[in-house]
């Protein structure tokens, strides 16, 4: 299956500023995903990124707030603006496994961001 | 919709057998089951994409209920590395997955 380089693994940024979230995966994939999971929650999906077209955000999500960017088959990036406390969560991303159904989704290994 | 799941939190002893359940309001296409550790990332165990379809994985098995929504996950003679956080992602159309409530499981020795 695809595997997925996320970065940063971690960060601790001042409330007001960005912080811009990687995603490299080995293999081209149609679409990826970027999730949230807020302290002992579950994961909550921000966006759907497809190459050569804007990111389709889930209720509660908007593009101020969250801005994604998808330049190729392979990368992708998710920002944060202007952080407040309540941002504080892990960000995940995602891609369908490749080999087509019956392989679920691959995850990376998340950005723990605190804003303080 | 988020899909809820049942129960919450489940403490076993190694060699015991548990079941968590999984309910969506919406039509479903797939069923997905994850486990996910503490500090890592989610893990995908199976999907189950047909109504009635059963699937099992060594002594893990899940179940897909397509008219009542529902999919239920087996843990059978459980062991200490069952232990995490367990989640069903649904698809009601391909390609969106969303994750359910999920469950935390223990097991002790």
């Known amino acids: 299956s695809a595997v997925i380089s996320q970065k940063p693994s971690r960060d601790i940024c001042q409330r007001g500023t960005s912080l811009t979230i990687q995603c490299q995966v080995d293999s081209q994939v149609t679409m990826m995903f970027w999730y949230r999971q807020q302290p002992g929650q579950s994961l909550t999906l921000i966006a759907t990124?497809?190459?050569?077209?804007?990111?389709?955000?889930e209720s509660g999500f908007v593009i101020d707030k969250f801005p994604i960017s998808r330049p190729n088959l392979t990368f992708s990036t998710l920002t944060v603006s202007n952080m407040s406390p309540e941002d504080s969560s892990i960000y995940l991303c995602s891609v369908e496994a490749l080999g087509g159904l019956g392989y679920g989704y691959t995850f990376g290994s998340g950005t723990r961001l605190t804003v303080v | 919709q988020q899909p809820v799941q049942s129960p919450q939190a489940v403490i076993l002893r190694e060699g015991e057998d548990a079941v968590i359940n999984c309910s969506s309001s919406?039509?479903?296409?797939?069923v997905h089951w994850y486990r996910q550790k503490h500090g890592e990332a989610p893990v995908f165990l199976m999907i189950?994409?047909?109504?009635?379809e059963q699937k099992g994985h060594e002594k893990i098995s899940a179940s897909f209920n397509e008219k009542k929504q529902q999919s239920s996950l087996y843990l059978t003679a459980s062991q200490l590395s069952y232990s995490g956080t367990y989640f069903c992602g649904t698809e009601g159309s391909p390609d969106k997955l969303i994750f359910g409530t999920g469950t935390r499981l223990q097991v002790f020795p």
């Open positions: 990124a497809n190459q050569g077209s804007e990111a389709t955000y």
């Open positions: 919406k039509a479903l296409y797939s």
């Open positions: 189950l994409l047909k109504g009635g």
